[in-house]
């Protein structure tokens, strides 16, 4: 049986569960030429309160990995899965009554509508592009949403996305099962194992 962290298996069911969710869609990644980016994209969502992210395009173990690594000793639960029909992933969302949140300039700026999204209680699918994103994306999304209308990055959007949605508490989340953890200090690193 194939690892269900590797490929994707997009689990409609996921939606039923009583806490609401929110998972991150990161559209055709390209295992050689992304791996920084599409690393780094997954590690904001991990780290900023997310429940998993799928990722379109190319099925990428090594990725998977990585995350699934970092999850291990940072602790929390975290979904990853790769390869997935963005289309199937979007449209089950919205059928079981999900919203589609979707980070582009031409969207509409974050301020006017993060309180809007904030008190919707339906589980959320934030989707950030690749090197083109296909045009159904801006008619299938619930919200268009702008970070400025000026060009930057899917990483820093997803960011700033998420520390608005959650008004600074990520600062404060607690992941459980952590086989590391951080002790902030003024000097130095200290960690307990
Ligand atoms: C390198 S950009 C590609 C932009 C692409 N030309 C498009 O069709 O939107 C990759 C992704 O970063 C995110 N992004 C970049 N700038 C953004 C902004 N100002 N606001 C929200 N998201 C942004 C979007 O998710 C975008 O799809």
Redesign the pocket.
Known sequence: MEDRSTHCTFDSNLLNKSKQKLFALR?EHRPHRDMRASTHIALVARAFGMDGIFFSGVPDTRLCERINNVTKNFGGDFLIETGCDWKKVIKSWLRQDGEVI??????LP?PEVIDKIRNSSKDKLV???????PPEVYSFATHN??????????????A??LDHYYEGREFYFEFKNAKIRIIPSKNGKRITV
């Open positions: 559209l979707h980070l582009t300039m031409y969207g974050l989707v950030v592009g690749g090197p083109k994103v949403v702008s970070i400025t209308n000026q060009p930057h990055s899917e990483i820093a959007a997803l700033v996305f």
